[in-house]
C-alpha cells in the first residue's frame, strides 16, 4: 500500500547516541522534541531507549499518544486555557508565558492530585512566546513559586522559529544572569535553564553556551543529523530516518513548458517554468500536498528533479534518473522536517519501521 512512510530505526538510534554525546560533553541535557513524528509512541519509546529520560511536544494530543512511555513529558508550546485539564493528566511540565494559564494549572493539579512543573520562557527577540519584560517574567516566578500544587521548574528561551533571529553567546547569556536573578528572588534553586532548539546546536558546538544553561529541545538535529544556524549535517549522523515510497500513476513524454495563458496560484503567485527542452520524460506519483511537502523532499534518485505538486499529483522529471521507472513502479523520496511532518499527519500515508 502506497505511499509508504519508512522510519529507519537503526539510523535514529544514531542520531540520538551522536546528538546525546555531544551535548553531554558539555553538560547539557536533551528534551528530544516528538512533535515532527506526531508523538508515534514506536519513535518515542527508540528514543527513550537510547538514554532519552525527558520528551517535549507541542500538542497535547501527542502527549496522550506517548503516555505508556516513561519519560518526563513537556508541552513546548504555550498551554491552551482549555486544555489544562488534559495537559495536567499527559504532561508533567509545560512552557508557560501567562499567569491565567499557570493559576490554572496550579488549581487543575489540585484536584487531580498531581504536581506540574513550570518552565516560563523569556523572549528574546525572535517575538514568538515568552515575557520580553525580565522583571514581569521574575514577578510571576514569584507567584508561580508561592503555588502549592505546580513546581518553577526552570526558565527556557526559544529563537529561530519565526523571525530567525539567531542564538548567540550574548543572548544566552543574558537568560542565565535572568536564571540567576529568579533564584535570588524566589529562593527556588532552578533544575532546568533550557537554551532553545536545534538552532543552538552550532553555538554549543563552538563553545559559546555559558556554563549554568543544561538543556536543549531537540527535534531536527535529532531526527534529521542537522543543526538549524547553519543548516550543515552532523558528522555521525544520518539524515534518512524518514524515506517515502510514492508510486507513478503516468509516465508519459512531454515539454517542460507549458502551453496556454498563464494565470495565478492559489496563493495568487504567477508560476514560473524551467525550459529544460520540448521532450523530456514526466512522472506522476500519487503524493500531493496533503501528504508532503516538497519544499523540504530530496529524491533518493538524484537524477530525479522534483517539478512540484498539487493536492494529489507529485509532478517529476525523471529523463536523467540513474534508475529506470515505469508506471505501478515506486520513487523514493528523502522526506525532511515538514515532509515528515505531513507524512505523519497524513491519514493516507501508511508507516513501517526497519530494526
Ligand atoms: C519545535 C520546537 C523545538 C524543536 O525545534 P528543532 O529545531 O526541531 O530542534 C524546541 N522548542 C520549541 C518551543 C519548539 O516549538
Not at 500536498?289 to 498539487?310: E, N, R
Request: net charge negative.
Amino acid at each position: 500500500m502506497y505511499p509508504l512512510l519508512t522510519v529507519d530505526i537503526p539510523h535514529l538510534r544514531e542520531n540520538v547516541r551522536t546528538l546525546r554525546a555531544l551535548c553531554e560533553a558539555r553538560g547539557i541535557r536533551i528534551t528530544a522534541v516528538t512533535k515532527v513524528f506526531r508523538g508515534d509512541p514506536v519513535i518515542a519509546r527508540v528514543l527513550v531507549e537510547e538514554g532519552i529520560t525527558m520528551l517535549g511536544d507541542a500538542r497535547v494530543d501527542n502527549l496522550e499518544r506517548m503516555q505508556d512511555i516513561k519519560a518526563e513529558k513537556w508541552l513546548i508550546r504555550p498551554p491552551m486555557l482549555s486544555e489544562v485539564s488534559r495537559l495536567v493528566r499527559f504532561g508533567d511540565a509545560s512552557l508557560n508565558t501567562e499567569m491565567a494559564v499557570i493559576k490554572a494549572i496550579d488549581e487543575e493539579a489540585g484536584r487531580q492530585g498531581k504536581k506540574h512543573k513550570i518552565i516560563l520562557m523569556a523572549d528574546l527577540g525572535d517575538i514568538r512566546e515568552g515575557y520580553v519584560d525580565s522583571e514581569e517574567l521574575i514577578t510571576e516566578a514569584k507567584r508561580t513559586a508561592g503555588m502549592k500544587n505546580v513546581e518553577l521548574y526552570g526558565i527556557g528561551v526559544n529563537l529561530t522559529c519565526f523571525s530567525f533571529i539567531q542564538y548567540d553567546n550574548e543572548k544566552l547569556t543574558e537568560l542565565r544572569d535572568l536564571g540567576r536573578r529568579v533564584e535570588e528572588e524566589t529562593g527556588v534553586k532552578l533544575q532546568v535553564i533550557s537554551g532553545g532548539n536545534s538552532a543552538t546546536v552550532d553555538l554549543m558546538l563552538n563553545g559559546g553556551i555559558p556554563e549554568g544553561v543544561n538543556n536543549l529541545r531537540l527535534g531536527e538535529s535529532v531526527l534529521f543529523g542537522k543543526e538549524r544556524a547553519k543548516y550543515q549535517y552532523l558528522p555521525g549522523t544520518h539524515s534518512d530516518v524518514f524515506t517515502l515510497e510514492t508510486e507513478i500513476v503516468e509516465l508519459k513524454e512531454k515539454p517542460s513548458l507549458p502551453w496556454g495563458e498563464v494565470g495565478v496560484d492559489s496563493y495568487g503567485n504567477r508560476p514560473t517554468f524551467t525550459d529544460r527542452g520540448p521532450r523530456r520524460l514526466k512522472a506522476i506519483c500519487a503524493l500531493g500536498k496533503q501528504d508532503f511537502d516538497a519544499a523540504t523532499t530530496v529524491p533518493c534518485d538524484p537524477g530525479i528533479i522534483i517539478l512540484g505538486a498539487s493536492s494529489d499529483h507529485l509532478m517529476l522529471d525523471v529523463t536523467d534518473s540513474v534508475e529506470e521507472y515505469q508506471v505501478g513502479g515506486l520513487v523514493k523520496l528523502k522526506l525532511g522536517y515538514f515532509s515528515t511532518m505531513r507524512a505523519f499527519t497524513s491519514e493516507y500515508v501508511k508507516k513501517e519501521y526497519i530494526y
